[in-house]
């Protein structure tokens, strides 16, 4: 087997391939151009999008070529692969300053080159596409029972499926057709969700062209006890350091359960193989804070991850610099009147709501500087300051420090 489909196997990156022996032979041949592509439909790239990333970073030092395609003609659509209703839409303002925030993430984590990695954007052809002629011409070669016999759309089926959605995967499967005449690519890989718009991509191709090409799909990546991974209490864990802190980015990877530690080291770090299996084996909360700073390190960059380290030493081990733990201001005039414990907690982003703060004093799971809340109408004041700050505890891993001016 070509070697680097053998480092996809080895590190848990393939759920399906088209023809593994003939995409082997073909990369053992030389140079496959690849793609892989995201749909711009928010303002930052989440950590669920980036395992095709990782790959075609795995790919690319493999001597293979790598395309990230931003969809920001698709968008317009909407992908209803794995989605349970319609996608809302969004102004193609939005999905242009999307695209344009997302190309530059990915430009940072994978280093386009313009040769041996670059992006591009399939709004450059579908924008503009005559509807006529695109139904003449590709439509033509879809077969509407074929198309309903994939998973995506059988499950949409029962909740509803718009018409709009239905034409996604023509436009998919246009796609691979333009990156084959653009750029000559062969190989499409994405999320096993996409299977169904892989595979109609490379018959559409093949009926057009006549050209052999081909498809890998990568398993959706749930934790052990079976949530979608990457999902936080506040939502997805965006790249976007504005909306997910490097420090919340770090305590997620630190946080994972013992069962996911070498899977998400295999799939989420550049470490070797073998050194991914040793750490697992070996001090598993050793393995968790390595894994956290690789993550971060990569996404975010080595001070950022050092930085998140240092904090976590100190809101947990009592070790490190304690001004290292995430801060907000506040005027020692304000807390000298009193503050409620349930404000405090909101103020410090550990709860997003009163109510949420009162279930966490409930549980018995808020904490200020080592004291226990059991009333959950307490008023905090200066006297509970200890070295000019107060630290905020909400549960076992959540820690915020209010400092005092």
Not at 86 to 105: P, T
Not at 184 to 205: F, K, P, S
Not at 243 to 268: G, K
Not at 386 to 396: H, N, P, Q, S, V
Request: with cysteine.
């Amino acid at each position: 087997m070509n070697r680097a489909l053998e480092i996809l196997k080895e590190r848990g990156f393939v759920q399906q391939c088209t023809d593994e022996k003939g995409l082997s032979a073909a990369m053992d041949q030389g140079p496959v151009t690849f793609y892989v592509g995201v749909d711009p439909t928010g303002p930052s790239l989440h950590i669920g999008h980036m395992v095709p990333f990782f790959a075609l970073r795995h790919m690319r030092e493999a001597g293979h070529v790598g395309i990230a395609l931003l969809g920001g003609g698709t968008a317009r659509i909407g992908d209803p692969s794995g989605k349970s209703e319609m996608r809302k839409m969004i102004s193609y303002d939005a999905i242009d300053a999307n695209a344009e925030l997302f190309r530059s993430q990915l430009d940072r984590f994978v280093a386009f080159d313009g040769t041996s990695s670059f992006a591009a954007n399939n709004k450059d052809w579908l924008a503009n596409l005559n509807y006529i002629d695109f139904l003449r011409e590709i439509g033509s070669h879809f077969s509407v029972n074929r198309m309903l016999s994939f998973e995506a759309y059988k499950l949409r089926l029962e909740t509803g499926l718009s018409f709009v959605e239905f034409n996604y995967q023509l436009l998919q499967s246009y796609d691979f057709l333009e990156l084959w005449r653009r750029h000559g690519c062969r190989l499409q890989i994405g999320g096993d969700d996409q299977w169904g718009n892989i595979v109609a991509g490379i018959e559409l191709i093949r009926r057009v062209e006549g050209a052999e090409c081909f498809g890998l799909t990568f398993p959706l990546i749930m934790t052990s006890d079976g949530k979608k991974m990457g999902k936080t209490e506040k939502g997805a864990l965006f790249l976007d350091p504005e909306m997910t802190s490097p420090w919340e980015f770090f305590q997620y990877w630190r946080n994972v359960t013992d069962a996911d530690v070498e899977r998400f080291l295999l799939l989420f770090t550049f470490l070797p193989a073998e050194e991914c299996r040793a750490l697992a084996r070996g001090d598993i909360n050793a393995a968790k804070a390595r894994l956290a700073w690789e993550v971060t390190a990569i996404i975010h960059g080595r001070a950022a991850a050092d930085q998140a380290s240092d904090a976590a030493k100190a809101a947990f081990g009592g070790a490190g610099d304690i001004a290292s733990i995430p801060s907000r201001t506040m005027s020692q005039a304000e807390l000298s009147a009193g503050y409620g414990v349930l404000d405090l907690f909101v103020f410090a982003g550990l709860a997003g709501t009163k109510s949420e703060a009162r279930r966490l004093v409930q549980q018995g799971g808020a904490i200020i500087n080592d004291r226990k809340i059991e009333d959950e109408k307490a008023l905090v004041d200066v006297t509970w300051a200890e070295d000019g700050a107060l630290i905020l505890r909400a549960g076992k891993k959540r820690v915020f420090r209010v400092v005092l001016e």
